[in-house]
C-alpha cells in the first residue's frame, strides 16, 4: 500500500524541487502570456489558464490568423510541444536552462512556425520580478521533480473536477494559474463581491462571490 500511494501521490520535498519550479514558474509565466496575447478574453481570465493533460500541462487552442496552435509541457518526455491546426510540430527539450533563453528559444520557435507574438516580457506574481529576457538565475530543470509535480497535479485535479460535478451553478473549469504557479476550481454563487483593489484582471476575476 506505501509503494501505491508513493506512486500516486509521489515525495516532493521543497528543498530538493525548489529550484525547479522556480525555473519551471517562470517557464509557464512566457507560455502564459502567449495565451494572454491571443486567447480570447473569457471571463475571470479562464482562456489563460493552463489545463492538466494526459502528459502534463497544456493551453487551450490559441487561434492565429486562420490557424489555431497549441503550446504543452510534457513532462513524460520532457519537451516543449507546439501543435498546429495545420498539422505541423515543433518541440524543444526541457533541460537545465536561464529563463532567458527558453524565452528566446519559444519567441523564435513560434517565429519559425510563422506564429510570430509579442508578449511583455515581465513576469507577475512575485516578488522582485526580473524580465524574462535577463533572467539568468533561473536554470534549474530535475526531470523526476518535474514529472512528480506534474502526477501530483493529475491526481488533484481528478479530486477538483469530482467535487465540480454536483455543483449547478456557474463553475470555473479546474485549471492550473501561471501566475500563482496553482490549480484552482472556483464556484460562484451569483451574487456581486465586494470590490478589492489589485489589477484589473483580479478585480474582474474576484467579481462575484
Known amino acids: ?90 518541440v524543444l527539450p526541457l533541460k537545465p536552462r536561464t529563463v532567458a533563453d527558453f524565452y528566446s528559444d519559444v519567441m523564435a520557435m513560434l517565429q519559425e512556425m510563422a506564429l510570430p507574438v509579442k508578449i511583455w516580457p515581465m513576469p507577475v506574481e512575485i516578488p522582485s520580478p526580473v524580465r524574462f529576457d535577463e533572467d539568468t538565475a533561473h536554470h534549474s530543470y530535475d526531470p523526476e521533480f518535474a514529472n512528480r509535480f506534474w502526477r501530483i497535479l493529475v491526481q488533484i485535479d481528478r479530486v477538483f473536477t469530482e467535487a465540480r460535478t454536483a455543483f449547478v451553478g456557474k463553475c470555473s473549469p479546474v485549471q492550473f494559474f501561471w501566475g500563482s504557479f496553482d490549480l484552482a476550481v472556483t464556484r460562484f454563487s451569483g451574487r456581486p463581491a465586494p470590490p478589492r483593489d489589485g489589477p484589473a484582471f483580479m478585480r474582474e476575476a474576484y467579481s462575484h462571490e
Open 1 to 90: 500500500m506505501a509503494a501505491m500511494n508513493e506512486d500516486v501521490w509521489p515525495a516532493l520535498p521543497y528543498d530538493e524541487w525548489k529550484d525547479t519550479y522556480a525555473t519551471l514558474h517562470m517557464w509557464s509565466q512566457v507560455i502564459g502570456k502567449v495565451a494572454v496575447v491571443l486567447a480570447p478574453p473569457v471571463n475571470h481570465s479562464w482562456g489563460v489558464s493552463l489545463q492538466v493533460t494526459a502528459r502534463g500541462l497544456s493551453t487551450r487552442p490559441l487561434p492565429h490568423g486562420s490557424r489555431s496552435f497549441t503550446m504543452a509541457f510534457d513532462f513524460i518526455d520532457h519537451q516543449l510541444v507546439v501543435d498546429t491546426s495545420d498539422g505541423h510540430r515543433r
